[in-house]
T-cell receptor
Framework: GENVEQHPSTLSVQEGDSAVIKCTYS??????FPWYKQELGKRPQLIID?????GEKKDQRIAVTLNKTAKHFSLHITETQPEDSAVYFC???????????FGTGTRLKVLA | EAQVTQNPRYLITVTGKKLTVTCSQN?????MSWYRQDPGLGLRQIYY???????DKGDVPEGYKVSRKEKRNFPLILESPSPNQTSLYFC?????????????FGPGTRLTVT
């Protein structure tokens, strides 16, 4: 079946450094790739998404890149701040279904 | 205020005692979904609904039931809860196009089955 692999499971960075989280998906027809952020004790919230007709999308310090050939996409956070500490989830809904498949999450810790 | 609500937020119950977790959205969204979140396993989809009276299984549907009689409500039913259903549950909704759009999550329901 379809699956989404996410790495790393935990990531610690110094404040001001960059963080990169990578997801690999199995359904080559997937064409929508969102990223959600879940702060401690809170609900997941969408922070950025990309569709397969573009290779990169940026929103201030956050960017997502997509490599459809290799079937992977990545979240890039630059100039990390303590408030970036959270769990991040990627997703890659399989084309032609209404399922929603998330990666297993990455716990990002930004060290002051 | 546009929102997804869930009740109860916390629930401790015993094995075999039927329970229902309610989910309601006021955004006129067509797509609604239930997830469970467990450490190391991420968010796993239990059931989803594309519209009223249209539901389908996600990746982990065993032991759960759902119904969608009204557009705004999507209750999750555990007819005979077991300890392995102890988890954090989230309801979510999105406007249309199924999963190809932002999912708005409820605040979560922490369920403990003893």
């Amino acid at each position: 079946g379809e699956n989404v692999e996410q790495h790393p499971s935990t990531l610690s960075v110094q404040e001001g450094d960059s963080a990169v989280i990578k997801c690999t998906y199995s359904d080559s027809a997937s064409n929508y790739f969102p990223w959600y952020k879940q702060e401690l004790g809170k609900r997941p919230q969408l922070i950025i998404d990309i569709r397969s007709n573009v290779g990169e999308k940026k929103d201030q310090r956050i960017a997502v890149t997509l490599n459809k050939t290799a079937k992977h996409f990545s979240l890039h956070i630059t100039e990390t701040q303590p408030e970036d500490s959270a769990v991040y989830f990627c997703a890659a809904p399989p084309e032609g279904t209404y399922k929603y498949i998330f990666g297993t999450g990455t716990r990002l810790k930004v060290l002051a | 205020e546009a929102q997804v609500t869930q009740n109860p937020r916390y629930l401790i119950t015993v094995t075999g005692k039927k329970l229902t977790v309610t989910c309601s959205q006021n955004m006129n969204h067509e797509y609604m979904s239930w997830y469970r979140q467990d450490p190391g396993l991420g968010l796993r989809q239990i059931y989803y609904s594309m519209n009223v009276e249209v539901t389908d299984k996600g990746d982990v549907p065993e032991g759960y039931k759902v119904s969608r009689k009204e557009k705004r409500n999507f209750p999750l039913i555990l007819e005979s809860p077991s300890p392995n259903q102890t988890s954090l549950y989230f309801c979510a909704s999105s406007l249309s196009g199924g999963p190809l759009g932002e999912q708005y999550f409820g605040p979560g329901t922490r369920l403990t089955v003893t």
